[in-house]
């Protein structure tokens, strides 16, 4: 299993900005997709941006030019940087990880692919 952490949520004027982290513990053999996603009230979760060890990294057009998420390997955590934000910003924000974890069995060492999320940090964005 694999436990991501998030924090740096709060409350912040319009044009202001904030810095999402989370990190990702566990039995973690290799995390090759760390996103984030938001959730406004009344709305389904989206994506915001989604950073891929090989390969470019991707922003909703909502957020891009704005945000820019970055991820330091070694630590297994990625960041969300979140300028100009605008009350349509405001919303629940996930951490997700998508990889492979592994685990003991009877069977010996099995090799598990997933897609885990954190509990989710409230942004909410004044006008």
């Known amino acids: 299993q694999v436990q991501l952490a998030e924090s740096g949520g709060g409350l912040v004027q319009a044009g202001g900005s904030l810095r999402l982290s989370c990190e990702a513990s566990?039995?973690?053999?290799?995390?090759?997709?760390m996103s984030w996603y938001r959730q406004a009230s009344g709305k389904e979760r989206e994506l915001v941006a989604a950073?891929?060890?090989?390969?470019?990294?991707n922003y909703s057009d909502s957020v891009k030019g704005r945000f820019t998420i970055s991820r330091d390997g070694p630590k297994n955590t990625v960041y969300l940087e979140m300028n100009s934000l605008e009350p349509e910003d405001t919303a629940v924000y996930y951490c997700?990880?998508?990889?492979?974890?592994?685990?003991?069995?009877?069977?010996?060492?099995?090799?598990?692919?997933?897609?885990?999320w954190g509990q989710g940090t409230q942004v909410t964005v004044s006008s």
């Open positions: 997700a990880a998508t990889g492979i974890t592994t685990d003991t069995t009877d069977q010996g060492q099995v090799f598990i692919p997933g897609q885990f």
């Open positions: 950073h891929t060890r090989v390969g470019p990294t």
């Open positions: 566990g039995n973690i053999i290799t995390i090759n997709v």
